[in-house]
């Protein structure tokens, strides 16, 4: 084989090896978990999100005094997308491209060999997505999705109480951190607790 062939297999070898092998710095626009939009602007629900990383669960919460009567409880879990995760691990905050889920299951009680407490059941009440896109939400990088259809996610005007609620009261970039244990103890690490958490904690 003559010297000139070998160079060549040697630079296609090279260049196929440089296709393969992921790109350095590849932008999160492309990343697995990242949002996906429909024409008319609203959020498809990931389906693989209960793989995600499950942050944690609330029963019967609510954030105002005068909460409604309801004659059932409910769980909120919340899940993040791996990649905002393990970045959140790192900094103590959340990267462009983060997607929290919050779902809501109806309790159950007194079932099978129950007999006392709570426990969720197979019944979705509510799905919202909480998306950190900068470039499509400049004003405030943030934004709510209600997912009616368990589809795809309706976009909440910005008049909404939730979004003045999280900039208020969100314990690290408008999310409510203070509600997942094992962040905020890495929040608090990593020193990036907002003022006005902090404030109304100095408060009590």
């Known amino acids: ?116 407490g709570h426990f969720q059941t197979g019944e979705v009440m509510g799905l919202e997505v909480h998306v950190k896109d900068e470039a499509r939400f400049p004003a405030g990088k943030w934004a709510f999705f209600n997912v009616e259809d368990g589809v795809t996610g309706k976009l909440l005007p910005k008049e909404m109480d939730c979004y003045s609620c999280h900039e208020q009261h969100g314990a690290v970039d408008t999310t409510f951190v203070q509600f997942y244990p094992t962040l905020l103890e890495i929040a608090k690490k990593k020193s990036t607790l907002s003022r006005a958490y902090l404030k109304e904690e100095a408060g009590k």
């Open 1 to 116: 084989m003559k010297p000139t062939w070998i160079l060549i297999l040697l630079l296609a070898a090279a260049l196929l090896l440089a296709v393969s092998m992921p790109q350095a710095g590849a932008n999160k626009e492309n990343s697995v978990n990242a949002p996906v939009y429909t024409a008319d602007g609203s959020l498809k629900l990931p389906a693989n999100y209960r793989e995600w990383v499950y942050l944690s669960s609330g029963l019967d919460m609510s954030y105002s005094p005068n909460a409604m009567n309801m004659d059932h409880s409910m769980f909120d879990n919340v899940f993040a997308n791996p990649e905002a995760y393990k970045e959140f691990l790192e900094n103590g905050t959340w990267p462009d491209k983060t997607m929290l889920v919050l779902e809501g299951r109806k309790a159950g009680t007194k079932v099978s060999i129950n007999k006392n």
